[in-house]
């Protein structure tokens, strides 16, 4: 036997030995013993790519945090992998704020399903507009698509002047001009360029669009004021003025010619400073002034915002015909401001006014206007209201409409008023998505979604599952998708797929409803659907979140908050505990939420808005609109007078899935007891 080599293997315990290893040869044909690894071998980097594939795309990754966009392209043009080098092409024309414009047009041109569409086609319009093109080549960019960007329609312009069409440069020029936001170089550039071809009414139009955009605008709407009318100049000034609240303001005001002195805009700056810095008496005549919409998009939602704002005051003050006649002018046609202004109308018109005609056309009017079940549930579940409040014996019609939705706040009150029948929530089991799993997998976004998920890049995977939610084209394939986002630990993309079911008209019970082990696990003094719901509503179940207002992990306590909790209850306290200790984050959250219980005499929804908003509104708004615990408001209209969409549209989620959750908690079956939940509460 011939020792061949020596191997030192160093071996750590309660002491240390060194072990000699002799490799041996035997005969000819015999195995031989293998040679021991110093240390283990490297993890793959991926499951999905190759070796050499996999480095340069995490080589890459690495590069784009360090801003090294050069490196990133260099990684990108040697891997072979076609999605990854997509999946590249677009982080690039994503975060690199000078992507080249074949970049730009590589991902608008070839991945036109995927995240960030608009945002990248914007950055493209802004390289066609800043850069010397000719102008044909302009003209086959925007030949299947229209401008997304002030930039674009700039461009577009220039290239119809270029190639000998006037008039559609004219039209174009003035789209951006009137309507577009452009940098403050952008609009600098244009107006040098094409002064000659803008009017006075091109000016004011302008700054008209800038003002609405809010404060950081100002300045250059009032660069345009050498350029208007002496009374659109005037117009100008007095807004701004307004707006900012600067000295000469009764000055400015009556220098504006009578004839511009009901224009939308400036009466909204005056209301809006009236309510401001006097009362809403003060105010309510200036907004009833206001019979023109704003000619903006923009312009529209914040005076709708404003008089929003103004209705909840009255409804406070008891000046209900007036909040009414607040809402009934929005001047508004589409999306969730319509909505919520239709709903308002409807809501004020049955339960204030006691006018049912009226609110049944402001409700069918909502109706006709959604599409999603939270908004249609609420459209029949009021319907059916108002028909009852009519004694029309077609209200059980819309109830039965409303209650469809059978996991929706509107849709569990209106199953209540229909009677024992419907008291029983029954689960669906979610239906295997097996059969359509090939076909997920095929989809280039989700190999990205896998790339991105190995890398442990959260936010690039969040932003093509968000993406995806609102396009596959099956319950099956969101059961997937939340289970994909799930799997890599990321909570918030898995259950806000789930919620997407709703678009199919069911649920995903399992995916949709986490029950983590960090809840149930509490000690059963604590309201665990209760618990289970906040935390839904709060995080979505991701541990790790800390959102703008700087509230941390599953429960979003700030940490203010969480430390007098914890002060009370004789915890340790500490902040990076919320974020990475799911435990006890659960404990302090449902410890805080037990507090509030407490204080409110078991109201569920008085806790629920105390967790949303604070116990100081809770007592405001208790003074202005009644104590629903004590029968001087229904809780259902206490609810609906909240002044703040966020912590009403809470408030409501919360409800229904407290209902759901004990249904899962008791096989999947429970009765419904919205009603009784946000009458009576806890105990």
């Not at 229909?418 to 989700?446: K, N, Q, T």
């Not at 969480?562 to 659960?586: F, N």
């Amino acid at each position: 036997m011939k020792l061949r080599s020596i191997y030192f293997i160093k071996v750590t315990g309660m002491s240390l030995v060194w072990i000699a290893v002799a490799a041996v040869f035997g005969p000819l044909g015999q195995a031989q013993i293998p040679s021991p690894r110093l240390k283990p071998a490297a993890p793959e980097l991926s499951n999905i790519l190759t070796g050499p594939d996999a480095r340069l795309f995490h080589s890459a990754l690495t590069a784009a945090k360090r801003r090294q966009w050069s490196i990133v392209e260099d990684r990108r043009l040697k891997i072979t992998d076609r999605t990854a080098r997509n999946a590249l092409y677009w982080l690039q024309a994503v975060e690199d704020p000078n992507a080249s414009f074949s970049t730009l047009t590589h991902v608008v041109q070839n991945l036109q399903d995927w995240p960030r569409l608009t945002t990248i086609t914007a950055k493209a319009e802004k390289n066609l507009f800043n850069s010397p093109v000719d102008p044909q080549r302009t003209i086959r960019w925007f030949a299947d698509r229209e401008p997304v960007s002030g930039e674009g329609r700039a461009a577009l312009a220039r290239a119809c002047y270029e190639s000998g069409n006037p008039d559609a440069g004219d039209a174009w020029l003035r789209k951006a001009w009137r309507q577009a936001r452009l940098t403050r170089d952008g609009q600098k550039r244009l107006f040098g360029r094409y002064r000659s071809r803008l009017t006075a009414d091109d000016h004011y139009a302008r700054a008209d669009h800038l003002i609405w955009q809010g404060p950081h605008h100002y300045s250059k709407a009032d660069a345009l004021r050498p350029f208007m009318t002496p009374g659109q100049s005037a117009l100008v000034d007095a807004r701004t003025r307004i707006a900012r609240n600067a000295s000469g303001i009764n000055a400015a005001i009556n220098r504006i010619p009578d004839e511009l002195k009901a224009d939308p805009g400036f009466l909204y700056e005056r209301a809006k400073w009236r309510r401001r810095k006097r009362t809403g008496d003060y105010a309510l005549p200036i907004y009833h002034q206001i019979q023109t919409p704003p000619v903006s998009d923009t312009g529209r939602e914040r005076l709708w915002h404003e008089k929003k704002i103004m209705a909840y005051w009255a409804i406070g003050e008891r000046k209900y015909p007036d909040a009414y006649k607040l809402v009934i002018n929005h001047g508004l046609d589409r999306g969730r401001s319509f909505a919520e202004a239709e709903f308002l109308a409807g809501w004020l018109a049955l339960t204030k006014l006691g006018q049912a005609d009226r609110a049944i056309t402001h409700f069918q009017a909502l109706k006709q206007g959604v599409s999603y079940p939270v908004s249609l549930s609420r459209a029949d579940y009021w319907l059916g209201r108002a028909h009852e409040h009519r004694q029309d014996s077609s209200a059980d019609t819309f109830y039965k409409e409303a209650a469809r939705f059978s996991n929706t706040y509107y849709g569990f009150l209106a199953a209540e008023r229909l009677g024992a029948d419907y008291h029983i929530i029954s689960l669906p089991h979610e239906s295997d998505p097996a059969p359509l799993e090939a076909r997920f997998e095929a989809d280039e976004r989700v190999r990205v979604m896998r790339l991105f998920g190995e890398a442990r890049e959260r936010l690039y995977f969040s932003q093509f599952a968000f993406h995806l939610d609102d396009e596959v084209g099956s319950l099956e394939e969101l059961t997937l998708l939340s289970r994909l986002a799930k799997s890599y630990g990321y909570m918030r993309p898995s259950v806000r797929a789930a919620k997407q079911a709703s678009r199919f008209g069911s649920m995903l019970t399992e995916s949709g409803y986490p029950m983590p082990d960090a809840i149930m696990n509490l000690p059963d003094e604590f309201d665990k659907p209760f618990v289970l719901a906040i935390a839904r509503q709060e995080s979505e179940f991701e541990n790790n979140a800390v959102s703008h207002a700087r509230a941390y992990g599953l429960m979003q306590m700030i940490n203010a908050t969480a430390r007098a909790t914890a002060r009370k209850h004789r915890i340790p306290y500490s902040r990076s505990r919320l974020t990475t200790d799911i435990d006890y984050s659960a404990r302090l959250g449902a410890l805080y939420l037990h507090d509030l219980l407490r204080r409110y005499d078991g109201s569920y929804i008085l806790a629920a808005v105390g967790y949303n908003a604070g116990p100081t509104r809770v007592s405001r708004w208790i003074t202005t609109y009644g104590d629903p615990r004590k029968g001087e408001i229904d809780p259902v209209d206490w609810l609906e007078s909240i002044p703040f969409s966020e912590t009403r549209n809470y408030v409501q989620r919360v409800m229904e899935n407290m209902q759901v959750y004990r249904a899962r908690m008791n096989g999947n079956r429970a009765r419904n007891r919205v009603y009784r939940d946000i009458t009576l509460g806890a105990f």
